[in-house]
T-cell receptor, first 112, second 113 residues
Framework: GENVEQHPSTLSVQEGDSAVIKCTYSDSASNYFPWYKQELGKRPQLIID?????GEKKDQRIAVTLNKTAKHFSLHITETQPEDSAVYFC???????????FGAGTRLFVKA | DVKVTQSSRYLVKRTGEKVFLECVQDMDHENMFWYRQDPGLGLRLIYF???????EKGDIPEGYSVSREKKERFSLILESASTNQTSMYLCASSWVRGGTEAFFGQGTRLTVV
């Protein structure tokens, strides 16, 4: 069946450094790729998303890149801050269907 | 502001009990979902519904059922709770069809003893 693989499972960086989380997906029909952030004890919330007609999208310190040919997409966080510490989930879905497939999550630690 | 509200934050139930988890959304969303969250396994889809009285199995439906009698409410039912169903359960809703943001509830941490 369809799946989304996410790496790494844990990432520890120094404050101010960059963090990169990578995902690959298997369903070639996928055309919507959201990223969710889940802080400790809170609900997942959308932080950025990208659609298949775009290769890159940026929102302040966060950017997402998509390579449809290779079925890869990545989250880039620059100038990391302690409040970026959370679990990040990538996901893939398609506008013709209902299901969203989530990656297993990456626990990001930003050390002050 | 979209609100997805789950009826309980924490639940403790005994093995064999029938358990109901309730979820209500206030944005007139067509789609509603139940996920199970376990460390290292991410969010796994149990069931989803794209309309009133409609339901579809997700990836791990065994031991669960759902009910959607009204558009705003989606219930997850554990027919006979077992210890391996101890987990965090997240409800979510979204606009019709895929390709849109999912809004999550705050989660219900269920412990089956």
């Amino acid at each position: 069946g369809e799946n989304v693989e996410q790496h790494p499972s844990t990432l520890s960086v120094q404050e101010g450094d960059s963090a990169v989380i990578k995902c690959t997906y298997s369903d070639s029909a996928s055309n919507y790729f959201p990223w969710y952030k889940q802080e400790l004890g809170k609900r997942p919330q959308l932080i950025i998303d990208i659609r298949s007609n775009v290769g890159e999208k940026k929102d302040q310190r966060i950017a997402v890149t998509l390579n449809k040919t290779a079925k890869h997409f990545s989250l880039h966080i620059t100038e990391t801050q302690p409040e970026d510490s959370a679990v990040y989930f990538c996901a893939a879905s398609n506008t013709g269907g209902f299901k969203t497939i989530f990656g297993a999550g990456t626990r990001l630690f930003v050390k002050a | 502001d979209v609100k997805v509200t789950q009826s309980s934050r924490y639940l403790v139930k005994r093995t064999g009990e029938k358990v109901f988890l309730e979820c209500v959304q206030d944005m007139d969303h067509e789609n509603m979902f139940w996920y199970r969250q376990d460390p290292g396994l991410g969010l796994r889809l149990i069931y989803f519904s794209y309309d009133v009285k409609m339901k579809e199995k997700g990836d791990i439906p065994e031991g669960y059922s759902v009910s959607r009698e009204k558009k705003e409410r989606f219930s997850l039912i554990l027919e006979s709770a077992s210890t391996n169903q101890t987990s965090m359960y997240l409800c979510a809703s979204s606009w019709v069809r895929g390709g849109t943001e999912a809004f999550f509830g705050q989660g219900t941490r269920l412990t089956v003893v």
